[in-house]
């Protein structure tokens, strides 16, 4: 019994690693930090490249906290994180925090430039159009040193409060600025900057980068109403470059048009009908018309009417309606309480039109305030009153509070319902390829937004120190990239082979538009396993035995099975 062998089964993660990692060596991750992050000092057993690598894995798979990062590397296989048995034990949050301090020396705009270089080079991601939309980053804590001053040699960004698109004005904020290729949502530039910036400041400077990448101006550049100034859209057109965005309720020629077709009839021109996703029975019927009233700047204004938004204008109306007679329901009761506070007209007149206002329905209500006067007598000393009592009268205001609803204006009103307005340069594209480029492929910059914040979570973090938070934001750019990679590599395959779908949903459910988080469940049991004995020398391997599925999405890669022994 004595010599008995003791022998230990090693169990080990792998998950969708192997993939994830074909995709890092094909981008040279690795190598790309390994050039350019700063030389660590001698006594460093980790690399910073490695640790940085492993942040990287770990963000696109399975964000964990930084204090976590290292119990997660040591349940995973250490070769499919780039590490050695013996660097995985190294790992913790402090080297981590240090890694990015590196990250942050380094320079991380030239390095951003190589990356997306390499990346639209190595699988030729169409460059002809571009969506950018922004976000906030909502952060926790104070970040007092998150002033703008400058660190190590290099500015930070200013952490503060601005308008909060999260809702959190409570909340300070960092400002995301992300442009997507129309090619897949492939993420090919990104900026962070100061948390009260306003967006339509931002969008030269993105432009311009786009051009430094295409090597031309003459790509089509697509964003939302901050475009929409005369500056920036003066600035793209007179550098050749051709451009589609919303034209903002603000500008004139929204209010013009509206009031026109409340009085006229549009020769309205059916250009689409697009079937939403359980609304097949429904679909979105969308016309459009040139705008009889021109562009003040000379711009192609064109006005795009929606079946499915008419719908919801015209609910969203009825929903204020009833919410603006809710309260004025409420104001009357108050007035006609024994205990009104309101003493004068003027304060109930302010309380009714304040409702209207914040309701916004001041142009469908009409209200009135009627004044009662209620006379009250009473005695002028206590006692049982008789026949010398002196009686004192006083007369006290009361408020009746009426209201109708305008119908003739409401019903003026409705026929705006469904209308948005879309301004361009181009005199080439249709109608078609106008609402194509702004209504199914703007919203994709929103999904890699959600993709960041709330799959990712890339936010809130923790990081109290802005220098690293920068260094993160970087590695979270790198990570949303390679999601949008995988999913662009298996839908073209996809669409190749003329595979619809494949039943990657629980229960075997068929899924016509991969992602990343489906892999990532498909793939998520496999693990490999050691056995070995006394002197942790390795007597049997068990590899992880793929499914018929995970196979077939294999195939989709071009990628063999050998790649999941590791």
């Given at each position: 019994?004595?010599?008995?062998?003791?022998?230990?089964?090693?169990?080990?993660?792998?998950?969708?690693?192997?993939?994830?990692?074909?995709?890092?060596?094909?981008?040279?991750?690795?190598?790309?930090?390994?050039?350019?992050?700063?030389?660590?000092?001698?006594?460093?057993?980790?690399?910073?490249?490695?640790?940085?690598?492993?942040?990287?894995?770990?963000?696109?798979?399975?964000?964990?906290?930084?204090?976590?990062?290292?119990?997660?590397?040591?349940?995973?296989?250490?070769?499919?994180?780039?590490?050695?048995?013996?660097?995985?034990?190294?790992?913790?949050?402090?080297?981590?925090?240090?890694?990015?301090?590196?990250?942050?020396?380094?320079?991380?705009?030239?390095?951003?430039?190589?990356?997306?270089?390499?990346?639209?080079?190595?699988?030729?991601?169409?460059?002809?159009?571009?969506?950018?939309?922004?976000?906030?980053?909502?952060?926790?804590?104070?970040?007092?040193?998150?002033?703008?001053?400058?660190?190590?040699?290099?500015?930070?960004?200013?952490?503060?409060?601005?308008?909060n698109k999260d809702h959190r004005p409570d909340l300070k904020q960092l400002l995301w600025i992300l442009t997507v290729s129309a090619d897949g949502a492939v993420p090919v530039h990104f900026k962070a900057t100061d948390g009260n910036i306003q967006d339509n400041n931002t969008h030269i400077e993105t432009w311009e980068a786009l051009r430094r990448l295409v090597g031309a101006p003459d790509f089509l550049y697509v964003a939302d109403s901050k475009l929409c100034t005369r500056d920036n859209l003066k600035y793209i057109h007179k550098a050749g470059g051709k451009f589609i965005t919303i034209l903002p309720q603000t500008r004139g020629e929204d209010r013009l048009f509206k009031d026109w077709l409340k009085k006229n009839s549009a020769d309205w021109e059916e250009v689409v009908r697009f079937l939403h996703p359980g609304q097949e029975d429904k679909p979105d019927i969308i016309k459009a018309v040139h705008s009889p009233i021109p562009d003040a700047d000379g711009y192609r204004l064109v006005w795009f009417h929606s079946s499915q938004k008419q719908e919801r204008d015209a609910q969203s109306r009825q929903n204020q309606i009833m919410r603006a007679f809710k309260k004025l329901e409420a104001l009357k009761a108050k007035l006609e309480g024994p205990r009104c506070r309101y003493c004068s007209l003027a304060a109930v007149e302010s309380a009714a039109g304040g409702i209207l206002s914040r309701t916004g329905t001041e142009a469908w209500i009409n209200y009135k305030v009627d004044t009662l006067k209620e006379e009250n007598f009473r005695q002028e000393r206590r006692g049982r009153p008789g026949n010398d009592t002196r009686w004192r009268r006083t007369v006290k205001e009361r408020f009746t509070l009426s209201w109708s609803l305008e119908k003739d204006k409401v019903r003026l009103d409705s026929r705006t319902d469904g209308v948005f307005p879309l301004l361009t340069n181009d005199d080439n594209l249709s109608f078609l390829e106008i609402i194509t480029a702004y209504k199914t492929k703007q919203p994709m910059v929103e999904k890699r937004h959600d993709l960041l914040k709330n799959t990712l979570e890339v936010t809130p973090a923790y990081l109290k120190s802005i220098s690293r938070l920068e260094a993160f934001l970087f590695i979270g750019f790198i990570s949303i990239t390679i999601h949008a990679l995988i999913e662009k590599k298996m839908r073209d395959a996809m669409s190749e082979q003329h595979i619809e779908s494949l039943p990657l949903y629980p229960e075997g459910r068929k899924c016509h538009a991969p992602t990343m988080a489906r892999l990532i469940d498909v793939f998520g049991n496999l693990q490999r396993h050691l056995l070995t004995d006394g002197k942790k020398e390795v007597v049997q391997r068990f590899d992880p035995e793929l499914s018929q599925l995970q196979l077939e999405v294999l195939e989709l890669f071009d990628l063999s099975p050998q790649i999941f022994k590791i």
């Open positions: 019994m004595a010599n008995e062998k003791k022998f230990k089964l090693d169990e080990k993660n792998i998950g969708v690693l192997p993939i994830v990692n074909h995709f890092m060596e094909r981008l040279k991750v690795m190598e790309m930090f390994d050039s350019e992050l700063p030389p660590g000092n001698g006594r460093a057993k980790l690399s910073p490249s490695k640790t940085l690598g492993v942040l990287l894995r770990n963000l696109i798979l399975n964000r964990m906290p930084l204090y976590s990062v290292g119990e997660w590397a040591a349940r995973t296989a250490p070769e499919a994180i780039g590490l050695t048995s013996t660097e995985a034990e190294m790992l913790n949050d402090d080297r981590v925090g240090r890694a990015l301090d590196k990250l942050f020396e380094a320079d991380r705009v030239a390095m951003l430039t190589d990356f997306v270089v390499r990346m639209v080079t190595s699988y030729e991601i169409a460059l002809e159009q571009f969506h950018n939309d922004s976000t906030t980053l909502t952060l926790h804590g104070e970040y007092r040193d998150a002033d703008g001053r400058m660190k190590r040699g290099k500015s930070t960004l200013q952490v503060c409060f601005g308008h």
